[in-house]
Structures are given as C-alpha cells and as structure tokens.
C-alpha cells in the first residue's frame, strides 16, 4: 500500500486504482487495448481527439500503479508502449501533448490529499483521466530562463480567503487546448525549494490570457504563451500541499525524463527504419547506397547510439518512475541530448533532398530538438550528472 493510502485508506490516489481485472492485463493485452483505442483516431487529428480516445478506452487511468503522497507512480512499461503507440502515429506535437501529460501533468494532480476529497483538483484531474478535457504544465516562466526554475517570478498569494496568482509562463504544451493549467508559482521570495506551489487554473477563468507560440513545428502540441493577471481563485485550487511544489515536481520530472528517452527510442528507430528501407531502394550507378560502405557504417553507429538509449531506458525505468533519486533523470534525458540529434542529422542527411519534403526528416529532426530542450536543457542535465559523479562510480563499484 502507498504512504498515503497507509496513513488513510480512503486516499489511495484514484489513479492508482487498476480496476478489477488489470491485474490480468498482460503486456500484449495492453498494447492491444491501445492500437484499439488509437485506431479510430483519424492521422492528423487534433491532439485532443487523441488524449480523448485514449480517456475513453481506459488507458490513462490504468497508467498509474500506486504512488504516495507526492502522487501517483506511472507503469514505465506501459508508458513506453504508450508512447511507442502514439509516435508511430508521426505526428510529434500530439506525441509531445500526450507526453507531457501522462509522465507530469497528471501525476503532479495526483499529489496530495486535494486529488482524492471532493475538491475542484479532484474533479479535474478525473475529467483529464477521461479524456474528456486536457491539462497543461506551466512552469517555464516570463520572469526567468527556463533552466533558472527556482528564480520564476509567478506569484500566488492568500488573499481574503482565497488565492490571488499573478504573472506569466511560456512555451507551454498544450497551452491553446486545454481546460486546465498546472501552474508552478512561488507563495514567498527566495530560492528554497519550499518557496513554491502549484495552483491549478482553468483557462477561462478571468484574468488569463493564452496566445499562440510563434512557430510552424510540432503544430498539434497547441504550444502558447500565458498571461495570469491577478487571477482570483478558490483556496481549493491549491494542488498538493502549500510549499510542496519542488518536490512534487522533482520526483515526478525524472518519470518526464524516461518518457522522453522511451519516446527517443521510439522515434529514433522509426526514422531509422524510415532511412534504411529508402537507401535500399536508392541506387547509385546501379547499386544501393544501402550497400555503401560509408553508408552502412554510419547507420550501425547510429543503431548502437539508440540500442545504448534503449538499454539505459530499460536499467533506470524503476528508480526513474518512483523519483527514488534524481540521477535516473539526469542520466536519461542526458543520454537522450547526446542520442536523438546525432542519429536523426544523420537519417536526414541520409534522405537527401527528399529529407526536405514537407514533415519530412529534416522536420523531425528540429521538432525533435524539443527533446534537448523542454523539461531541461542537455548542457544543465550533463551538469547533474557531473554533481552526482562521485555518487554514481560509488554505485558503479559495488
Ligand atoms: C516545444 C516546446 C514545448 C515546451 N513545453 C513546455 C511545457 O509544457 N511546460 C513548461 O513549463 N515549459 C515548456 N517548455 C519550455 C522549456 O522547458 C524551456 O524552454 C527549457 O527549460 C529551457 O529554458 P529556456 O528556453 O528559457 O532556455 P535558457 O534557460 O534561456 O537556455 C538557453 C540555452 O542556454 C544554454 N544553457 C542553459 N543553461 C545552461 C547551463 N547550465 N550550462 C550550459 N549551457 C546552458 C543551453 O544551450 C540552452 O538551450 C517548452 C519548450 C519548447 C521548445
């Protein structure tokens, strides 16, 4: 039973739930029920009909098994399969839209005792559990660089009962569609990490403003820039407890930074296999440059880079989706920074001219540059793991 739970049963978090019969769901039962439920999901459409099929057929819900009082505790093998089932869709932005609210968003409403009392998180987090509306994370800010989270300048403040948040974030997934907004914002000055809270926002309450993210890629993730101009709302829209919002949100960034590995191995060995069936078929004086030594060379190169992904993936699922420590983290999203751009240069440079067509793999490669950037710069990861380097050869002696 999780520490929640164990404290009081009635609050086991309602994600954790796997309903009667999951316990029988077998891997390949899971990956059917999710081409099943993707099926129906016309190509191109709009991320939220994604999300919503996805609600309706069961599969967020059972995404989730246990957790405690920082929230819920995601399956990693289910979310790999999960990603692995919306990226073959090839549409990245509602392969991002559908990431970054299964692996954070949604476990981040999951924290705390608001998620299970009636309450106004409670009831929002079982309409994103549905499907039947979305939730957007903001954390990035107007105030600070994205990879200075603790200097943000969004503030939330108690005042006559009620809270009072006020400020701005950017390039926030989902911004545009959805129903809900997870903002991190700091309850007092400082750069402690009980400085900041979560609130959730519904996005049309008075005082909030969404505009677009001036950008042609990954079009479907509905990215934008918010606007929160002394919105007033319920105390009850506090997510988790007051001063909470680091931790909450360190323990469930390391399951964002597996998803995003799984979802690099994912899309790294479709491109791959994209790029290999065309230079089979590309012939050079008569030959295929399949067979081109050169050729050949780079594209195993490229194969061990994300068969090395894939591994790392596999060893640090566990300790990264139970936030055990931040080294699974920093570890994976750093190895996804060093991985995804070199082999997907490498597939687009591969296609030639045709690598230029419309959403083809000259595209994918600077949408996919999301993956060295949103949720934590490579050059800030490669940071933590250098600070964890003494920690890490301990553990590699033992
Ligand atoms: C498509 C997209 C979707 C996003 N979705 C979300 C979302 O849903 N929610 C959300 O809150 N945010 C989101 N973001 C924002 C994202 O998390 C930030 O962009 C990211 O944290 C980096 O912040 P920044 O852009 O301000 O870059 P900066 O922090 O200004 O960094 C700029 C560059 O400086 C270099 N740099 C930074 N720090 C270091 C360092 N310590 N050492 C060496 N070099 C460094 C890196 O090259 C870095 O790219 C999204 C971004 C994109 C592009």
């Known amino acids: 039973m999780s520490d929640l739970a164990a404290a009081d049963p009635g609050l086991a978090p309602t994600g954790s739930d796997p309903g009667p019969a999951d316990g029988e769901v077998s891997p390949d039962d899971w990956r059917q029920r999710l081409a099943r439920a993707l099926a129906g999901v016309p190509a191109g459409a709009p991320a ?41 869709r090839g549409d990245n932005g509602a392969t991002l839209s559908v990431l970054v609210q299964a692996a954070s968003a949604l476990p981040i409403l999951g924290s705390g005792r608001a998620a299970v009392a009636p309450s106004p998180v409670a009831a929002a987090r079982e309409r994103v559990l549905t499907g039947s509306a979305q939730v957007a994370l903001a954390a990035t800010d107007e105030a600070a660089a994205g990879s200075d989270l603790s200097g943000l300048g969004t503030e939330v403040r108690f005042e006559d009962g009620g809270l009072v948040v006020h400020g701005g974030k950017r390039w926030v997934t989902n911004a545009r569609s959805a129903e809900f907004l997870l903002v991190l914002a700091r309850r007092r000055p400082g750069r402690h990490f009980t400085d900041f809270s979560w609130v959730l926002v519904p996005t049309g309450t008075a005082g909030v403003t969404v505009r677009p993210a001036a950008t042609g890629l990954l079009a479907n ?4 820039h918010i606007a929160l101009d002394s919105v007033r709302l319920p105390a009850d829209h506090l ?5 909470r919002g680091m931790a909450v949100f360190a323990r469930h960034m390391s399951t964002e930074r597996l998803a995003g590995a799984q979802w690099a191995v994912a899309l790294t060995g479709r491109v791959l296999a994209d790029t290999r069936e065309r230079l089979r078929g590309r012939t050079v004086d008569g030959e295929p440059l399949w067979h081109n030594a050169v050729v050949r060379r780079d594209f195993a190169e490229c194969l061990v880079r994300v068969a090395q992904l894939r591994a790392l993936c596999e060893d640090l699922a566990g300790t990264a989706a139970t936030g055990q420590n931040l080294s699974a983290g920093a570890l994976l999203k750093s ?51 250098a600070d964890l380097s003494e920690q890490l ?6």
Not at 52 to 66: M, Q
């Open 48 to 88: 939220p009909a994604v999300w919503r099929a996805l609600g309706e057929a069961g599969v967020l819900r059972r995404l989730y098994r246990g957790g405690n009082a920082l929230g819920p505790v995601v399956d990693p093998a289910r979310l790999g399969d999960l990603l692995r089932a919306v990226d073959a």
């Open 221 to 224: 993730a509905a990215t934008g």
């Open 239 to 243: 997510v988790g407890a007051n001063g």
């Open 335 to 385: 190895a996804v920074g060093l991985t995804a751009d070199a082999v997907l240069a490498r597939c687009a440079q591969l296609q030639g001219a045709d690598g230029f067509a419309a959403g083809g793999a000259q595209t994918v490669r600077a949408e996919a540059a999301v993956l060295g950037i949103g949720g934590g710069v490579t050059e800030l990861m490669l940071d933590s793991v």
């Open 393 to 398: 050869l301990a553990e590699w002696r033992t």
